[in-house]
């Protein structure tokens, strides 16, 4: 029986990624590279650390992979108190999880300052009550490490736990924890290399059956 829904925030919950990219370019041709944004697409997911060594590595930028970091989140923080909003039907699957009774947890590779400005844009200061980022891990997504430390805050067993994910990366770290996974793939994903057990097109489209596996 599914006792638990755990929730990722970017690209499923608020309608972030494009402010990722848009600050992502921003930073990477301040910095006078030409950027490619399928290279950065693979990422997706992944915690701010693992990313930000990334671009550090492939565009061989000046100083260090943590400046790089700071200097994102930084340009990220400022869209996301300009610009940021919920997805179509994020609310609604919320409230879905708490009528059937699930406990709720957002498991989010982001930094905790950025998920912190997402929950207090959209009203959800108070909806969780576990909120792991990629800071509180050593491993980050597609390892299975964030679900399970997220599990145990919320007292669920592994495989009473259902995920709702939007990439690549979070779907194999749900399956690798033994979860029933939900996804809600971003535009940029690879279709075909979801490892869900459900393959939606929109929260819009949630049902109930889909979060118990009824």
Do not use: Q
């Not at 997805?87 to 905790?112: F, K, N, Q, V, Y």
């Not at 919320?154 to 995920?163: D, F, T």
Request: with cysteine; charged share 25%; hydrophobic share 50%.
């Amino acid at each position: 029986m599914i006792r638990a829904a755990l929730f990722d925030l970017d690209g499923l919950l608020v309608d972030s990624e494009r402010l990722w990219d848009g600050a992502t370019r921003d930073a990477v041709e301040r910095h006078g590279r030409r950027y490619d944004g399928a290279e950065v697409a693979a990422h997706i997911g992944m915690r701010l650390a693992d990313v930000t060594a990334f671009l550090h590595r492939h565009y061989r930028l000046p100083g260090t992979a943590e400046d790089f970091g700071r200097e994102l989140v930084e340009a990220v923080r400022a869209r996301f108190a300009a610009e940021l909003r919920p997805m179509p039907g994020a609310e609604a699957a919320l409230a879905l999880a708490l009528d059937l009774g699930l406990a709720r947890g957002l498991a989010s590779s982001s930094p905790r300052v950025l998920i912190d400005a997402a929950l207090d844009r959209c009203g959800w200061t108070d909806v969780f009550s576990a909120v792991l980022s990629g800071d509180d891990v050593e491993r980050g997504k597609p390892h299975p490490d964030i679900f399970l430390r997220a599990a145990a805050r919320l007292g669920a067993a592994p495989e009473a736990c259902v995920v709702l994910e939007d990439s690549v990366n979070g779907a194999r770290a749900a399956k690798a924890a033994g979860m029933r996974c939900i996804a809600v793939p971003h535009p940029a994903m690879d279709r075909a290399a979801l490892a869900a057990d459900v393959t939606l097109e929109s929260l819009t489209a949630l049902e109930a059956a889909h979060l118990t596996g009824s």
